[in-house]
C-alpha cells in the first residue's frame, strides 16, 4: 500500500491493498473531508483478506495531506456544498471503478464503495446513478445529496442495489437525521439496505467497523461464483 497510483482516465490516485490470492470483490475505500487516503488503511485489518481495498485520494486539496471530494460549509441550516464539485467526483470515481474494471477483463470482479462522511455521500451517488459498475455501497456516517435526485438510476436498474448506513447518533457534523432521511429515500427507491445507529459522534468506534465488516462480508459470498453451500 506504499505505492500511490494515478490512473488516468479518471484522474484519480489511489493505493492498493492486493486480496490475498483470487479477489471475490474490489473495495473502495473514500476518506472525508480534509483527510486522505491512509485514513481507512486501518480498516484492512478487520475486512475480509479475499477483497482487493482501494483507498482513494480525493481530487481537491485544501492543504498538506488534506484532500476533498467537494467543498462544503457548514451554516444554521445545514451543511451548504459545492454541488458542481460533488458531481465531478462522482463521475471521476464512476469512471475509476470502469477503468480498473477494463483492467480485470476477460475476470470481472464485483465492485462495492463505501466511505466515511464525505466518502459516504460520493459512495451513495455513485452506486445510485450507476448501480451497474457500483451495486453495493455503504454510507458510513455520511448522508445522500438531494442533489442526485436528478441522476438516479430507474426503479429497475436500482433492483439489485444493498447498501449499508451506519451513524452515530450523537453525531454533531452530520446530525443521525441524515441518516434517517437516507433510509427512508432508500425504502422508496426499492433499494435493499440495512440502517443501524450508534452511541457514538461522527467517528468510526469498532461496533460500526465490525458491522461493516459483517455487512461486507455477507455481500461478497452472495456475489462469489465460487461460494461455498452453507
Do not use: C
Amino acid at each position: 500500500m506504499d505505492i500511490l497510483h494515478n490512473d488516468i482516465p479518471s484522474g484519480l490516485s489511489f493505493r492498493l491493498r492486493p486480496a490475498a490470492g483470487q479477489a471475490a470483490a474490489r473495495l473502495f475505500l473514500l476518506h472525508g473531508v480534509g483527510g486522505n487516503e491512509t485514513n481507512l488503511m486501518p480498516l484492512a485489518q478487520a475486512l475480509d483478506s479475499r477483497l482487493e481495498l482501494v483507498f482513494v485520494r480525493g481530487p481537491l486539496t485544501l492543504g498538506p495531506g488534506q484532500h476533498a471530494w467537494f467543498h462544503v460549509r457548514f451554516s444554521a441550516q445545514g451543511p451548504v456544498i459545492n454541488a458542481g464539485q460533488a458531481d465531478e467526483s462522482r463521475t471521476r470515481l464512476r469512471e475509476l471503478v470502469r477503468s480498473l474494471a477494463r483492467a480485470d477483463a476477460p475476470v470481472a470482479r464485483p465492485a462495492v464503495m463505501a466511505g466515511f462522511s464525505q466518502g459516504g455521500i460520493l459512495s451513495a451517488s455513485v452506486a445510485l446513478s450507476a448501480p451497474e459498475d457500483v451495486p453495493r455501497f455503504a454510507i458510513l456516517s455520511g448522508r445522500i445529496l438531494p442533489e442526485i435526485e436528478p441522476h438516479l438510476a430507474s426503479p429497475d436498474r436500482l433492483a439489485p442495489v444493498s447498501a449499508f448506513i451506519a451513524h452515530g447518533q450523537y453525531d454533531d457534523k452530520l446530525p443521525v437525521s441524515f441518516a434517517e432521511h437516507a433510509d427512508g429515500w432508500l425504502t422508496r427507491l426499492g433499494v435493499e439496505h440495512d440502517t443501524r445507529l450508534y452511541p457514538v459522534g461522527h467517528t468510526l468506534s469498532a461496533d460500526i467497523v465490525a458491522d461493516f465488516s459483517r455487512w461486507i462480508h455477507q455481500q461478497i459470498t452472495l456475489d462469489s461464483p465460487n461460494r461455498s453451500p452453507s
